[in-house]
């Protein structure tokens, strides 16, 4: 009964991102992927905010903190990831600039696919990952769904308009689903997570994760609040393919990533709703 159970919970993290990608893409046209080129400097800043000062960041965290192996790779496999499409959900909530949102978190996912898979051979040595493996796993289960979507929107966009929110609410359900799941599956080893100092370690790098975005998000008060969400706000997705393809034995790496995900979400609501009364 366990292993069928965790067979559901791998299945429903694939549901997870497959119907977060399509929910995504039927929301916008290429066109709005674009608009945050025309910004070079704020693009290399949150380039550099992303995938150089959070994962230096990390690696000082982890050399304060000592964590269990497998903590230690679930907190890197979130620290290597960008360019989360629950970002999108948290700009609403604060009115900023969504074209900007959308188009960095595009640009984000797009160097993800192919910074992941080069960085964790350096940021987890002695662990074998295969590359080619990550790199098709993100092509298939992030990227084609999104380039679906979005040539729905492009092409029918009545169907779109009717069928995103089918495909959003879903993606809301199977991650109930699969943080309900591994709890009750492996909820001794999220226990253990708690007295490991990896709740601390979770605080302190989505913190200084916002913090860092917030920073370089330019001028305007906009654009660094959606870089300062965008860079707390980790892939899972990524984190969850990659989990799946190298680590689906190690709980310790899947209680990692829902803890770091579920905590940046409750901390950038809160933060949400302060710069939303500013």
């Keep these: 009964m366990e292993v069928i159970l965790q067979q559901l919970a791998n299945f429903s993290i694939l549901i997870y991102i497959v119907t977060t990608m399509l929910s995504m893409g039927l929301s916008f046209i290429p066109k709005q992927f674009l608009e945050p080129l025309k910004d070079k400097s704020l693009i290399l800043k949150s380039l ?56 960095l978190m595009i640009i984000l996912s797009l160097v993800t696919l192919f910074y992941l898979p080069l960085m964790l051979s350096f940021l987890l040595p002695g662990v074998s990952v295969n590359p080619l493996a990550i790199a098709s796993s993100l092509i298939v289960l992030i990227f084609l769904p999104l380039i679906i979507g979005t040539s729905i929107k492009s092409k029918y966009n009545k169907v779109a308009t009717r069928i995103q929110p089918i495909f959003n609410q879903l993606s809301s359900i199977f991650i109930v689903v699969v943080v309900i799941l591994y709890l009750g599956l492996n909820y001794q080893d999220f ?29 305007s008060s906009s654009t660094r609040s959606v870089l300062g969400m965008g860079t707390a706000i980790r892939n899972s997705s990524a984190a969850f393919v990659v989990a799946l393809a190298n680590f689906s034995y190690q709980y310790e790496v899947m209680a990692m990533i829902i803890v770091v995900y579920m905590f940046s979400i409750i901390f950038m609501v809160i933060i949400s709703r302060i710069l939303r009364k500013k």
């Design 191 to 219: 226990l253990t997570v708690f007295g490991t100092g990896a709740l601390i370690s979770s605080i302190i790098f989505i913190l200084a994760a916002f913090t860092t975005g917030y920073l370089l998000g330019g001028p």
């Design 48 to 103: 550099a905010a992303n995938f150089i000062i959070l994962p230096i960041i990390t690696y000082l965290i982890l050399q304060l903190i000592p964590l269990p192996e497998g903590l230690a790779i679930g907190l890197i496999l979130m620290a290597a990831g960008a360019g989360s499409p629950f970002m999108l959900k948290i700009v609403q909530l604060i009115k900023a600039d969504m074209a900007f949102a959308v188009g």
